[in-house]
């Protein structure tokens, strides 16, 4: 069901035989912002949290606006409550927010001690419950922006399980949507290993991901691939800054870090890290995570800091992504030509494969967290051109 806010009428509540809900945002938009629907399986690693915070840093600034976010993969239900933490804490509870289908896959909650008391009806302020699916809640949300220029961005930050449902549901909306994610390895993996691996996202719902990838033809997919995004992490005085802005100033802010705490502490006493981290963190309190999730909202507004490159790809039955061979660049990291006659489905994928300044993102991460981006920042949204 869709869990959103009353306010100023921005959705009703579904139709009377029964039928899908409309969901109607009351959107706090400038002509340039991004309109943004943010797909997440937030709760597992913390990085989902620190994106979300972005986003809501973002649509202050007018750079985004946040249509629609859907919960996805496993509990859904826990997830969509974090995802509630959060929007109660930034006042923007008139977002709507719907938990997708849940999974049977077994899934670690690190962060649901935080979350348990956290009743829909008695704590989601002015919340209520609709019937929708996330498939439904995303088809219909882009179809609102069909003849808008810029139309919508789908920010995917989990597996890929709604956004292969809503393109089943309507394939229409591929056309005029663009897909922003963090998904996949092309040529380097976890940590900066020098070589592709199988990534989560993609392997918790290999299906999805080759029914979003290779089946589905999108007006734009832009996504960072473990190359870009599987080493950012936050340490010493960039992280410190935002320690202590959360303290002094920023309740927003401070729910993150409680999270992350909550997080660390579940993850090193309980379990001990594992997965993506592949590392012991020396402590909360001196540096992130890996923060994957981070570098694909970054992605959504803005390209600098980064070398991107047009590639075709698909995703064959095991989940690893691959660069087709094309017919006169062996080489396929500038194509220019369409590949060779072959029955492998594959899309062209716009993919961040190099950092030309991390540090000048780290930055700007920071920057944005802690309210100090500049005003006249030349940080407007990039509108996208039809590929």
């Not at 220029?149 to 709604?162: A, F, K, M, S, Y």
């Not at 061979?325 to 899309?347: N, R």
Request: hydrophobic share 40%; proline share 4%.
């Amino acid at each position: 069901g869709v869990v959103g806010g009353h306010h100023d009428g921005a959705f009703s509540s579904g139709s009377a035989d029964g039928g899908p809900a409309s969901v109607l945002h009351s959107s706090r938009s400038s002509k340039t912002a991004v309109r943004v629907i943010l797909d997440t399986d937030i709760g597992s690693d913390i990085d989902d949290a620190w994106a979300l915070v972005m986003l809501l840093k973002m649509e202050r600034l007018g750079l985004v606006s946040i249509e629609l976010i859907t919960t996805c993969y496993s509990d859904t239900d826990y997830r969509a409550k974090l995802v509630a933490l959060f929007l109660d804490k930034a006042g923007r509870t008139d977002i709507p927010l719907v938990r997708g289908e849940p999974s049977n896959a077994r899934q670690n909650e690190p962060l649901l001690s935080t979350v348990q008391w956290f009743e829909w009806e008695r704590d989601y302020r002015h919340g209520t419950l609709l019937q929708c699916s996330a498939a439904e809640a995303i088809v219909q949300t882009a179809l609102r922006f069909k003849d808008d220029t810029q139309g919508v961005t789908i920010l995917c930050i989990g597996p890929l399980v709604n956004i292969a449902a809503a393109v089943a549901l309507d394939p229409s909306i591929a056309s005029f949507t663009r897909l922003v994610g963090m998904q996949g390895s092309v040529y380097k993996g976890y940590l900066g290993t020098e070589c592709a691996m199988v990534e989560y996202n993609i392997k918790s719902d290999i299906n999805a991901a080759r029914k979003v990838f290779n089946d589905s033809t999108w007006k734009e997919i832009l996504i960072t691939p473990l190359d870009t995004c599987g080493t950012v992490v936050l340490r010493g005085q960039l992280y410190k800054r935002i320690l202590d802005h959360a303290q002094q100033s920023d309740p927003l802010v401070q729910l993150l870090i409680d999270q992350y705490k909550a997080w660390y502490t579940y993850k090193n006493n309980a379990r001990g890290l594992r997965g993506a981290q592949m590392r012991k963190l020396s402590g909360w309190q001196t540096e992130t995570t890996v923060l994957f999730d981070a570098v694909a909202a970054f992605l959504v507004v803005r390209e600098s800091f980064m070398r991107i490159a047009r590639l075709p790809l698909t995703i064959d039955e095991q989940g690893m992504m691959s660069v087709l061979t094309l017919k006169d660049d062996a080489s396929s990291t500038a194509p220019t030509t369409t590949p060779e006659t072959t029955t492998t489905p594959y899309s062209y994928v716009r993919c961040a494969l190099e950092w030309k300044d991390m540090a000048g993102f780290k930055k700007y991460l920071v920057d944005l967290l802690c309210d100090e981006l500049p005003t006249n920042t030349n940080d407007r949204p990039r509108v996208p051109a039809k590929v």
